[in-house]
């Protein structure tokens, strides 16, 4: 009995929901505190000034999947109160989820397009949804104003900057069920989650 309520008391410390309305806009966002951490628990969808796109240029994919942001804007784009993760803090946040080959399902959405169930590409490896971050697949914007992978693949900047041209990202794919971590080019337009300061 005393384990099962020490259990309990763990996974409410591990995942609290709430909201946060953006004053810049009138957004309101879902958050999910994991560990130490309280992430926006969706992408941000603030319209910037700057490198700042909706997917194909659509403001219709805006509302599901948030805008993709080039990295010298992303770095100032969360509301006040809130900051583009660090290469490290994204590290704390996939420890914490089961480290870098396990942590992409347990914080993809679930479901597939295929099955009518979610927002991923079949088969969605390993998503699960266990923590509430609901990562989907947003795409990216390439260097030549191209738009691609959405349904498929999903990528975040970091605030990390790895030399004069590139900076740390992360992303997670479809058939894949970790995180991976790499040097992008700070023009490619990927996707924000805020982190609470």
């Not at 810049?24 to 700057?50: C, F, H, P």
């Amino acid at each position: 009995m005393t384990v099962a309520i020490v259990f309990i008391a763990m996974v409410s410390t591990a995942q609290q929901n709430g909201t946060f309305t953006d004053i810049r806009d009138d957004k309101t966002y879902k958050t999910v505190k994991i560990g130490t951490q309280t992430w926006m628990a969706e992408n941000l969808a603030y319209k910037s000034s700057g490198g700042c796109w909706a997917y194909d240029n659509k403001a219709g994919n805006v509302e599901t999947f948030g805008y993709l942001y080039d990295w010298e804007t992303a770095k100032n784009v969360c509301p006040a109160g809130w900051h583009l993760p660090s290469d490290d803090e994204w590290t704390e946040l996939t420890d914490y989820t089961g480290g870098t080959n396990d942590a992409g399902g347990k914080l993809k959405a679930g479901g597939t397009i295929e099955a009518g169930t979610g927002l991923w590409h079949e088969p969605n490896t390993g998503a699960t949804n266990e923590y509430g971050f609901t990562a989907l697949p947003g795409g990216r914007r390439d260097l030549d104003g191209q738009f691609n992978y959405i349904d498929s693949y999903g990528y975040w900047w970091t605030a990390t900057e790895n030399n004069t041209n590139t900076a740390f990202s992360r992303s997670m794919f479809f058939n894949y069920g970790g995180v991976l971590r790499n040097p992008e080019n700070k023009e490619f337009g990927f996707s924000v989650r805020c982190l609470k300061n």
